[in-house]
């Protein structure tokens, strides 16, 4: 019966080329405009870390002064040297590691070729295993070379092309600034979406290209990136500056990783006793006000998918129900032109619920030719995105779940399109259009 | 012309006259805030950051490892960036316009203030920066010579004197001291000292969008002269149409002064501009597409349905033609119908528009819409619902009245 009233369907659409064409393309555009949003949010909002998302943790403590002070305030976002380096050495969370942005120049071996710049990220040794990074040759340093301030580099697959031409460069040195550091791993290609581990720069940017000790970093005195929030003046005479151990200056990103998401409040507790102690020792002066979010948590509260990208969803929504209005206004105008046709087949016996099968079926294959325009032209719409040069582009692809929901989406929507004309046509009086003729 | 056969048609097509009218009532309701959205980005993208943003350049240049001469690199920097044929003024500075990074105090009108009065962008430069950039001086006067203090000074250990003056933005001025003369006013912002201001600039943006709109402008210039290693941000003023040979030649200058140099950013301050405000412009253009694509999906409609009520009324507009109705009286009739359509559709758009926008103020903390834009929407989906009738309403005219003498 289906493939007869599909059949019947595609005869129409031949009998009334020009209408046809209008409700596909109606359609076809509303799906392509819904799905061009719908994958750049899909991609933004990711999981960017799915198998322990839940068991990442980035703990929060509020160390300012009672300065500014507004009760029920968030906590802020980063924390203190001290409070990181603390946290790290007291070890409670299964993994965990501290890490701040920075640059460095990196100057070749060979005589003559100009250094270059690219960003590096100063963490510590838990860092790898606990976002399992995936690594091309070697692997990260342990917390014994952390201890050690050793001067050693973990490479992005990037960098270690540009420096050593792809080869395994483990046991290798590098010059990085004023000093020689040991490559001791270089990474595989690694793009977490977004870059969750560190939200105060590029939320999509890609990660750093030299992963190097927190520690070591500070004894060269590198460059640091990223935000820095201080609430007093950094004491005189600490020849660190704000990035002193005691500077009162929030910038460093901690992050841990527990053993199962029910610990959570175990660990919580951790922080808001870590926090009196701090408070009895005179160098926390708020109310304890800790949090503890988790991956996806940290992503919302940080709103990472931006507003215009929400927007663009709703305003393609808005779009597409204009597009299936129409739809339902053409569809309707397209079946009670067939009165005399149904009133016919009611006639020879075809029951209300064939003829409301018959229309369903042709609005469904409507639909079906929609969705395939449409995703020529969600594909079209990606593809003029990703000419963009902004940070997102080059990862804003049609993915296996967005093109499956791309049909089901047309389908369902031109069905349910199909729905009030089908059933009004269901209800015309065989009697009246025969006599008519 | 008599509406009563009109409405009486229309209310034997119940549906198909209730799914134009939802059709063009939410278009209307989307365009109308769509109208409204793109308005508000072209605004943004149209606010003068108070620079002559169409003579500067901007340089950002490094070195490798520490440097224990920058104060000096730096000025031989600006002594060479100053000799280039075309430069007018050039200065170093921690932080430009467009940039993105930025640096920021809190503000307070006295010591021992709990909660800050305000947040403003700190710009640190040399004397020469508020030629440079192309202030506008309002009210005061600039630095002078003797009240700069390296960043070398400034931020070695044990140094810790507030700088004795400022220059601030109008902006500010009014927020802090509303109706009152700010010069010779004091602030606490950067150590526990007060800071005087001598100069307000007209305007100042700040280099990102901390603080929203209302904050724009709080801007501060402090007459502490940063060297290289602070950013490494040139910005040099150039003869109107020299940008470009100034650009390379500074580029050019910069990396020869000194054993190492990396160049990490060079461009004029409007391709920063345009780089800055990227995302406004892609929003705008997309809602635009939107509103173009809306207009055309609704005419569709209309010609579809106009089309078939033509087709299945052949019959009937042929009596009326025989029984002596005119052609105009027949495409008049169309043209009636798909007005108060129309009208029916803007009226229960505009109340959706209204709802839309409230919506977005709650969530997109968008302003409300003025009223303004409720009659330009229905104004257009008039002209649209006319424009698409015209056709199928000229065909109904064109039947003949022999029609009715015919039986199908």
Known sequence: MFAYYFDLALRSFRRNKVLTALMVLAIALGIGASMTTLTVFHVLSGDPIPTKSDRLFYPQLDPATMNGYTPGEEPEEQMTRYDAEELLRQKRAMRQAMMTGGSVAVVPEKAGLTPFYVDA???????????????????????AEDARHDRVVVLSKELNERVFAGGNSVGRSIRLGDAEFRVVGVLDAWRPVPKFYDLTSQNFGVPEQAFLPFSTSRDLR?????SMNCWANIGGDDPEGNTGVNAPCAWIQYWVELESPAQAKEYLQYLRDYSEQQRASGRFERPTNVRLRNVMEWLAFQEVVPRDVRMQVWLAFGFLLVCLLNTVGLLLAKFLRRANEIGVRRALGASRRAIFAQCLVEAGTVGLAGGVLGLGLAWLGLWALRQQSSGVADILHLDLPMLATTFVLSVVASMLAGLVPAWQACQLAPAMQLKSQ | MELRPILSTLRRHKTASALIVLEIALSCAIICNALFLISGRLERMDRPSGMAEEELVRVQVTGVGTDDNATARTESDLALLRAIPGVKSASIVNQVVYDG????????????QTH????????????KLPETMGLKLVAGRTFNPDEMVKWAVANSPGYDAAPPVAIITTDMAKKLWPGEDPIGKTLYSWGDAGTRVVGVVEQLARPNEIGGAA???????LPIEPDYTVGGRYLVRTEPGRREEVL???VDVLQKNGPTRIILNQGTLDQMRAAYYRQDRSMAWMLVIVCVALLVVTALGIVGLASFWVQQR?????VRRALGATRTQILRYFQTENFLLATAGIVLGMMMAYGLNQVLMAKAELPRLPA??????ALVLWLLGQLSVLGPARRAAAVPPAVATRSV
Do not use: C
Not at chain 1, 125 to 143: C, I
Not at chain 1, 222 to 226: D, H, S
Not at chain 2, 314 to 318: L, N, V
């Open chain 2, 116 to 127: 800050i009065t305000l947040s403003a962008s700190i710009y640190l430069g040399d004397a």
């Open chain 2, 215 to 221: 904050a724009h402008y709080y801007s501060m210039l």
């Open chain 2, 372 to 377: 303004l834009y409720l009659p330009v929407g």
């Open chain 1, 121 to 143: 990220r100063y963490t510590s040794a838990d860092f790898f295993p606990m976002f399992e990074t995936p690594f091309l040759f070697g692997g990260g340093w342990s917390a």
């Open chain 2, 314 to 318: 052949t019959k009937q507009i042929g």
């Open chain 1, 222 to 226: 590198m460059e640091r990136n990223g």
């Open chain 2, 248 to 250: 390379k030649a500074a």
């Open chain 2, 101 to 112: 990074s930025s640096w920021n105090s809190g503000v307070n009108l006295s010591p021992d």
